[in-house]
């Protein structure tokens, strides 16, 4: 009770704290753009637009041919592919990062007369040369305007806004601190809404709270959850204004580089919006930043920041390490207004996964901080086709008389098992195609292991939302179910195959050597049922912990329990999402402090077992996972159990090596536990 007491006063105080500061942008006034004047097309403007249409037709020719992809890995061979990242609030971060690294070329290899994208590899702004036509928009660029810093008025007028806004939080705490079903049912979702309509800092630090169990009540969390549906989606107009000021077009020429452009976004986030559009006949999407997106965050991570150093002076909240945590938030959010970020996170991860057949990421080939224009990836996503598949399962029960129409789920529950039981988890175990179960689980428990022990570059946003899987096969093969459910990308290979394309790369966290090793620690401390080795582990997810050794000590008696009650290692079908829910638990309830990598992690990794029972439920993540795990325990820590901090070259090779042999084993693993699926599912039908 005293840490709930805790968690609201923080709130509280929190919000009360934003009124006090007066450093923030404005986020009330919408950007005034000067309106171009009006002239007739002339030849420049016809020249302009003829330039842009053929060079990033040349461009996007380059990434389909696999040109830009060579390109890229012949610069990564002699550079570090540390994500780049704009983290901070205090220092406003401009485009030039991405204009300061020269590419690398090989020795003797000459210099090409010509290329559609400069020659700054990280730079995929257009090219601006006397030689080509000069820029046709007149009056300052959108960008521009957007990427202001804010002036002491602005954040004046900005922290009286949030301060309204946040007010019925305010005047209601004593409330909530007195009843805790006022605080569940009502003051917790009155946040929600507060944040959703205070911009698009706060949408996104609700969207990082409800995953931080290890911080915030359960309750909460399932509150700020909502956070995740689409945003609102601003106005075709200033689309088309923001394109044509990136592009360098006059207005109204835009249509003049494009075939045709969706005026309706066939998705909106809190940052941005994805418009569909056609280049000389290839489907492409834009990428478009909502408006004051870079002004507002900017302007609200000061306020934050502030807010967080005053609540830090609190006794009451001290324990709570507010400023910590909104400084993990900040560090993570500043990067995504900023669009050219990602863009780079994108080729990366096409870097990483590029001899995956079955893993696609969006190819950009055009960037600015407000606009990314990149290939168009057929799919759906995968919450939407497990959803039909529910529906059709559900159906299937009702009309064979072994479901009630009471005992369907609501829609809004994403979770059938828990509400339909055995039953209807069997009807949507016969309606799921095999394979496609297959692919799911197994491919998704693979990306997470390779960005976490390989790579060391994960995804730091891959809810199901950002995943889509596509048949990359002729129509006729499939069956009517999964004809009607996925999209068919006509244009592939017909070598049938399932694929997964992982978009909104805004977030990529970079693990440090020692991140990775301590989280894979966690996981092979679960295959072994060792809580107290799990219990160290967790103890290193920060730099400096502020326990002392009688705390640490209880701490890692209670996970020592925790894992003789859930978690008993190898082949004891350990629920993974069951025991790291525990753990999370624990880490609230003894003041564990977690950094954001680590909790990057461990959502990630429950988003994954997630999809893993909603498609298959026998498939253990844990076992599947072994031979990876072990391959790596054996080459990455000593016999005595501690960390090799310092691994031989010879060590090194060998990960290299066996590494992809225990992708092997789980390959081979996996088949023979889909044969016996198979085998089972044809004795039921029977």
């Not at 969390?221 to 075709?236: K, Q």
């Not at 789980?666 to 198979?678: C, N």
Request: hydrophobic content about 40%; overall charge neutral.
């Amino acid at each position: 009770m005293r840490e709930e007491h805790n968690i609201y006063h923080f709130l509280a105080l929190f919000f009360g704290l934003l009124v006090l500061v007066s450093s923030s942008p404005d986020s009330s006034a919408r950007p005034t753009v000067t309106k171009p004047l009006v002239e007739p097309v002339s030849r420049l403007t016809d020249a302009r637009a003829s330039y842009v249409r053929n060079n990033l037709d040349e461009r996007l020719h380059e990434v389909l041919s696999g040109v830009r992809a060579r390109n890229f890995e012949k610069w990564a061979s002699k550079n570090d592919l540390d994500i780049i990242s704009m983290h901070g609030v205090d220092e406003f971060v401009s485009s030039t990062k991405f204009t300061t690294i020269e590419p690398a070329h090989n020795e003797g290899q000459k210099q090409v007369s010509y290329s559609p994208f400069p020659s700054n590899i990280l730079d995929l702004s257009m090219v601006e040369n006397p030689a080509y036509p000069e820029r046709q928009y007149h009056g300052t660029p959108v960008a521009n305007l957007d990427d202001r810093l804010p002036s002491k008025l602005d954040l004046l007028f900005r922290s009286i806004r949030l301060g309204v806004s946040f007010s019925p939080i305010i005047c209601t705490s004593w409330l909530a601190m007195l009843s805790s079903t006022f605080r569940d049912k009502i003051w917790y979702t009155w946040i929600a809404s507060c944040l959703a309509s205070s911009g698009p800092a706060f949408i996104k630090w609700g969207q990082w709270a409800s995953t931080r169990y290890d911080i915030f009540p359960e309750s909460l969390c399932s509150a700020l959850s909502r956070l995740h549906n689409d945003a609102p989606a601003h106005s075709w107009r200033y689309t088309q204004k923001l394109l044509e000021s990136s592009l360098g077009l006059a207005q109204g020429t835009l249509l003049q580089t494009f075939d045709s452009i969706d005026e309706i976004p066939i998705a909106s986030g809190s940052i941005a919006q994805i418009h569909k559009a056609i280049l000389k006949g290839t489907p492409i999407v834009a990428k478009v930043r909502h408006p004051r997106v870079a002004k507002l965050m900017e302007m609200d991570f000061r306020l934050m920041n502030y807010a967080a150093r005053l609540a830090d002076l609190i006794p009451a909240l001290s324990s709570l390490n507010i400023r910590d945590t909104v400084e993990q938030f900040s560090h993570n959010m500043a990067e995504q207004a900023h669009l050219q970020a990602e863009a780079h996170h994108l080729e990366i991860l096409n870097y990483n996964f590029r001899r995956w057949k079955g893993v696609r990421f969006p190819k950009p080939f055009y960037a600015a901080s407000d606009v990314i224009i990149e290939t168009f990836e057929s799919g759906r996503i995968v919450t939407a086709v497990l959803d039909a598949y529910d529906a059709l399962a559900s159906q299937m029960a009702l009309e064979q008389g072994v479901l009630t129409v009471e005992e369907i789920p609501d829609d809004d529950d994403d979770d059938i098992n828990r509400n339909c039981g055995d039953i209807q988890k069997s009807a949507r175990q016969q309606v799921i195609p095999m394979s496609m179960a297959r692919f799911i689980v197994t491919t998704g428990l693979s990306i997470y292991l390779k960005m976490l022990l390989i790579d060391k570059q994960m995804h730091a946003d891959l809810h199901p939302g950002n995943i889509m899987i596509d048949f990359v096969t002729p129509k006729s093969t499939l069956d009517p179910t999964s004809r009607a459910l996925v999209p068919v990308n006509s244009n592939s290979n017909p070598s049938s195959h399932l694929a997964f394309t992982l978009v909104d790369a805004g977030m990529v966290a970079q693990l440090s050597k020692e991140e990775s090793q301590n989280f894979a620690g966690l996981i092979c401390s679960l295959g072994d049922g060792d809580g107290r080795v799990a219990g160290r582990c967790v103890l290193r997810f920060t730099k400096q912990s502020a326990l002392s050794a009688e705390e640490e000590e209880a701490f890692i008696h209670d996970m020592d329990e925790l894992f003789k009650e859930r978690c008993r290692g190898y082949g004891s079908n350990v629920d993974v999402g069951h025991v790291l829910r525990g753990i999370l638990g624990l880490v609230r309830q003894h003041k564990v402090i977690i950094d954001a990598n680590y909790a990057t992690l461990v959502v990630n990794c429950l988003c994954i077992e997630g999809m893993g029972q909603r498609v298959c439920p026998s498939y253990n993540l844990l076992d599947a996972a072994r031979p990876l795990l072990e391959s790596y325990k054996r080459l990455c820590y000593k016999k005595d159990g501690s960390q090799n901090e310092n691994p031989s070259m010879m060590r090194k090779t060998l990960f290299r090596l066996t590494m992809p042999l225990a992708y092997a084993r789980k390959s081979l693993s996996d088949a023979v536990f889909f044969a016996r699926q198979e085998r089972l599912n044809k004795r039921r039908s029977i």
